[in-house]
T-cell receptor, first 117, second 116 residues
Framework: DAGVIQSPRHEVTEMGQEVTLRCKPI?????LFWYRQTMMRGLELLIY????????DSGMPEDRFSAKMPNASFSTLKIQPSEPRDSAVYFC???????????????FGPGTRLTVL | AQTVTQSQPEMSVQEAETVTLSCTYD???????LFWYKQPPSRQMILVIR??????QNATENRFSVNFQKAAKSFSLKISDSQLGDAAMYFC?????????????FGTGTRLTIIP
């Protein structure tokens, strides 16, 4: 299995530009998560999907951020317009549904390092 | 809401020695899962070990083992025979076992340095 795939690995853009981050989860996983990691705030959950449906977007910082999952094998996180404070590493993770006898561990992608100038 | 606390921002250990990273958590639930993730300089998040709260036996994965103290809400990670490749940030994480509760709550991490 190729694991969770994210693209691009690095993105440098100027303030005000639109940024789109992409994620392909592990085949068969029914949960997908978007995280943001910064030195100041650590690892933050932005949003997660179950079977392509957004379940909890309470971590999305503001309306400039949006996420979609049009099918089971693809998700995007879009920032429009981008600002310097959005500079961070963005991770995508996927998992199988957890429960009493299944840990529901999350498998992370390699992350996208975003720099907004 | 659950919280996870890692009180050691940084730790160091001599190569081949043993080191223990601390993690405490706060929850009112009786059934849950705990994880340790490793994040090396490559920044890839890698699952190191997991523990089911309903199991009394401490989990072990090769050189990695945990000391799970449910009553004390403590979940420490012991790394034996430390190797240079163990240098990384280590994150403790909590997940409720209930259906639909898929969120992970992470601690702030401990940066582990291996001294050659």
């Amino acid at each position: 299995d190729a694991g969770v795939i994210q693209s691009p690995r690095h993105e440098v853009t100027e303030m005000g530009q639109e940024v789109t981050l992409r994620c392909k989860p592990i085949s068969g996983h029914d949960y997908l998560f978007w995280y943001r990691q910064t030195m100041m705030r650590g690892l933050e959950l932005l949003i997660y999907f179950n079977n392509n449906v957004p379940i909890d977007d309470s971590g999305m910082p503001e309306d400039r951020f949006s996420a979609k999952m049009p099918n089971a094998s693809f998700s995007t996180l879009k920032i429009q317009p981008s600002e310097p404070r959005d500079s961070a590493v963005y991770f995508c993770a996927s998992s199988l549904r957890g429960g009493r006898a299944r840990s529901g561990e999350q498998f992370f992608g390699p992350g996208t390092r975003l720099t907004v100038l | 809401a659950q919280t996870v606390t890692q009180s050691q921002p940084e730790m160091s250990v001599q190569e081949a020695e043993t080191v223990t990273l601390s993690c405490t958590y706060d929850t009112s639930e009786s059934d849950y899962y705990l994880f340790w993730y490793k994040q090396p300089p490559s920044r890839q998040m890698i699952l190191v070990i997991r523990q089911e709260a309903y199991k009394q036996q401490n989990a072990t994965e090769n050189r990695f083992s945990v000391n799970f103290q449910k009553a004390a809400k403590s979940f420490s990670l012991k790394i034996s025979d430390s190797q240079l490749g163990d240098a990384a940030m280590y994150f403790c994480a909590y997940r409720s076992s209930g259906y639909g509760n898929e969120k992970l709550t992470f601690g702030t991490g401990t940066r582990l340095t291996i001294i050659p």
